[in-house]
């Protein structure tokens, strides 16, 4: 996966905190002249992969999971599974689907399929997963495959919550939809956990905008011309 970096950075839990075994982190956004006051919170993920696999690790088992299609959407557009796990991807749309993805993490091409069928595929390596739509180009998810229960998505405020992280020392990875691999190699670190609550500060991104996708022969899409029902 990502790249660690040098230096050990100990964050200690702060004087009066709940202890709770809890890691929190914050996104905050890069200001600059041209970019707007505040934008909305991306879809984003930081997970913890532990210095010392000598010791007992909890592993979340494999389990079954569901990317529904449903009005040209993928729901949910971020999902976040153990290795291993089966991602169902039924259409519940009354219109054909080519669910494929050709990039980083599982690559698979789920073909043509119609409405009130369903497919599936098993992540079996860790890694990230871009997901589309060979016949709409607006339908787009991200399917992460990670060896760690130590992950956490942003609430509304940006605000990362992993829960139950036992003491010791981590790499930090993070990823965010539409930045830039070199970017987020940049954003990992080498961290220390502490017991009780350790606050691993603030992210600083530039809330990348949504890049447009090719279609699974490397081409734009044409326009869909296709009748909706």
């Known amino acids: 996966m990502l790249a660690g970096c040098a230096?050990?950075?100990?964050?200690?839990?702060?004087?009066?905190?709940?202890?709770?075994?809890?890691v929190i982190a914050r996104l905050a956004q890069i200001k600059s002249?041209?970019?707007?006051?505040?934008?909305?919170i991306p879809p984003a993920v930081i997970w913890l992969n532990s210095l010392h696999p000598?010791?007992?690790?909890?592993?979340?088992?494999?389990?079954?999971?569901?990317?529904l299609q449903k009005n040209k959407m993928f729901v949910p557009h971020l999902l976040v599974v153990p290795v291993g796990s089966s991602v169902a991807f039924?259409?519940?749309?009354?219109?054909?689907h080519?669910?494929?993805?050709?990039?980083?993490?599982?690559?698979?091409?789920?073909?043509?399929?119609?409405?009130?069928?369903?497919?599936?595929?098993?992540?079996?390596r860790e890694g990230v997963s871009y997901i589309f739509c060979n016949i709409h180009s607006e339908m787009s998810a991200v399917v992460i495959a990670l060896s760690t229960p130590y992950s956490g998505l942003p609430d509304s405020q940006g605000v990362f919550h992993v829960k139950d992280?036992?003491?010791?020392?981590y790499d930090l990875h993070v990823w965010i939809e539409g930045e830039k691999q070199s970017v987020l190699d940049g954003l990992t670190r080498r961290v220390h956990v502490a017991a009780g609550v350790s606050d691993l500060g603030d992210i600083h991104i530039k809330f990348?905008?949504?890049?447009?996708?090719?279609?699974?022969?490397?081409?734009?899409?044409?326009?869909?011309t296709r009748p909706t029902y």
């Open 33 to 40: 002249a041209t970019a707007p006051a505040a934008e909305k």
């Open 208 to 224: 990348p905008e949504k890049r447009q996708h090719l279609n699974k022969f490397g081409r734009s899409y044409e326009p869909d």
């Open 98 to 124: 080519n669910v494929f993805s050709l990039f980083n993490g599982k690559r698979f091409d789920l073909g043509l399929y119609e409405a009130g069928s369903t497919r599936s595929v098993v992540f079996s």
């Open 54 to 67: 000598d010791t007992v690790q909890h592993i979340a088992p494999p389990a079954n999971f569901t990317l």
């Open 7 to 22: 230096g050990l950075i100990s964050v200690q839990a702060p004087a009066g905190w709940a202890q709770e075994p809890e």
């Open 165 to 169: 992280v036992p003491g010791g020392d």
């Open 90 to 96: 039924p259409n519940a749309d009354p219109f054909f």
